[in-house]
């Protein structure tokens, strides 16, 4: 299934008239020949039919970007650029938007070869402002031809989750289970955000499994799971059932989605679905999701929601788990004091009960979820993949509505360690700088629930200008501080 969004950019060089328009034209030709020498020809378009100098070259520039099939749009400001043309050429563009301006030079050539973009880019956010248009600016918007290719390559996993969002349908299946509000958030910000969703009840679910008993399509999923656990396979008498649920579960994709480009899936997985379905749904949620089609546990629709985002940005496999537990001192003194450069409050285990993908644990058995089955048959709890998370760099990040229905996210770059969990579920030991204090005074203070989102390498500058982007106040993205930045909550006699 193609649930990832694929975007073109079409850069338009702009020009104010009393500067020459041969400076926007051949640093135009120049970026260009940057960027498809360092990143190839597919998905960038460069606007032939004019130098945007007025209004009506706005719209003509306009038209040639959609008619070559655009989503994403550069405003390259090669000389000092029309601030009401470039800022109405971003206004009248139905997609994600970037600024960025030409550098001098030589300093052999600041007289006829001085384009002064440096100062037009000051003109254009402000002109941007007014219009109340978003648009990305980079860190330093100003480069020669390479730097200027590679802030148009990094902005475009920025641009990806943003057509993401704007084209996605989140479907949900039941309330949330008894004692989980922190998954009961506010829906309000999704429709801010552009975001459609459909709420169902577990039964409509139910009833759409049952009539997808016998399907002829059953057989090859089996297969595939067959050969995706290998050894792990320790449950092979459930895997019908999970077949018949994965297909059940795509088709109502499949005939749900609407208009909507995009889809992520989340569900009630207990304490009813166990005893009605059979299994638990947690190795199929765990295959969706490699699959490109995030499924969140527990109805967790921010969840989903923020593993979308993460793997249109890494354009991987992510998962959801649980801020769970700490790492208890002697593990942490035996397997990690003196052998990695963190404290112990800097560490703490990152579970679920099986929704990982396989190609993220460094080995898997499927297996039965443990903590339902203290309180249920354990033949009912079976379909859990279990193993611990693959060591290496993550970025652990969330989007939510908080209980007072603002948007507020946190980004933290760290790594899985390569320690032996010893312990259940798909589970890994995580260690991220300053987690002691983040936990405080991020997670606690602003109100997170105990689910996070992990996307495998490190991709926080990317989440952060994506939660800018859509709207997240700065000063509400938190984010781990390091020790000599305090949190305006935080103690400063610690």
Not at 475 to 490: L, M, R, S
Request: aromatic share 10%; proline share 5%.
């Amino acid at each position: 299934m193609n649930n990832m969004p694929e975007v073109k950019i079409g850069v338009v060089a702009v020009s104010r008239d009393c500067f020459p328009e041969s400076l926007s034209v051949n640093r135009r030709k120049n970026l260009m020949k940057a960027y498809t020498e360092k990143y190839g020809t597919e998905g960038i378009y460069e606007c032939p039919i004019c130098i945007v100098e007025s209004e009506i070259h706005m719209v003509q520039a306009l038209e040639d970007i959609k008619k070559a099939g655009c989503n994403v749009l550069c405003v390259y400001l090669g000389n000092f650029g029309p601030e009401i043309s470039e800022t109405l050429l971003a206004k009248h563009f139905d997609g994600p938007k970037m600024f960025v301006a030409a550098a001098e030079e030589s300093g052999d050539n600041l007289l006829d070869g001085r384009g002064d973009a440096y100062c037009g880019m000051l003109n254009a956010s402000y002109n941007l402002q007014l219009r109340n248009i978003k648009a990305y600016i980079p860190e330093y918007p100003v480069g020669d031809a390479k730097e200027c290719a590679d802030m148009i390559h990094e902005f475009l996993p920025i641009a990806r989750a943003v057509v993401g969002l704007q084209n996605l349908k989140i479907i949900s299946f039941g309330p949330r289970p008894m004692n989980f509000l922190a998954c009961n958030a506010p829906i309000k910000q999704l429709y801010n955000i552009g975001v459609e969703i459909e709420e169902n009840s577990e039964l409509d679910l139910f009833e759409a499994f049952n009539k997808h008993a016998g399907d002829e399509r059953i057989l090859a999923i089996v297969k595939e799971m067959e050969e995706e656990l290998g050894a792990g396979n320790k449950k092979p008498e459930i895997l019908p059932k999970l077949a018949q649920y994965e297909i059940t579960l795509k088709d109502w994709v499949e005939e749900h989605k609407g208009y909507r480009k995009y889809v992520a899936l989340t569900s009630k997985c207990w304490p009813a679905f166990q005893t009605q379905f059979g299994f638990v749904p947690c190795y199929v949620n765990s295959r969706l999701t490699a699959q490109g089609i995030p499924v969140s546990c527990e109805v967790d629709i921010y969840g989903t929601l923020s593993e979308f985002i993460g793997t249109v940005v890494s354009q991987d496999t992510v998962t959801l788990l649980d801020i769970n537990n700490s790492v208890p001192k002697d593990m942490y003194k035996n397997d990690i004091e003196g052998k990695y450069n963190y404290t112990q409050k800097d560490t703490f285990m990152g579970f679920h009960c099986g929704n990982t993908a396989s190609s993220k644990l460094s080995f898997c058995e499927m297996k039965y979820q443990k903590i339902m089955a203290r309180t249920l048959p354990e033949e009912v709890t079976q379909g859990t993949l279990e193993g611990d998370i693959v060591p290496g760099d993550i970025t652990f990040y969330r989007l939510q509505s908080t209980a007072d229905n603002k948007l507020r996210a946190y980004v933290a770059q760290g790594e899985v360690l390569p320690v032996a969990t010893r312990s259940f579920g798909a589970i890994g030991v995580f260690a991220i700088p300053e987690m002691g204090r983040f936990y405080r005074h991020v997670l606690v203070e602003k109100g997170f629930p105990h689910h996070g989102a992990v996307a495998f390498g490190h991709f926080g500058k990317e989440l952060f200008e994506v939660f800018k982007y859509i709207g997240v106040p700065v000063d509400e993205i938190g984010y781990n501080q390091p020790a000599e930045v305090k949190y305006p909550t935080e103690n400063p006699w610690g």
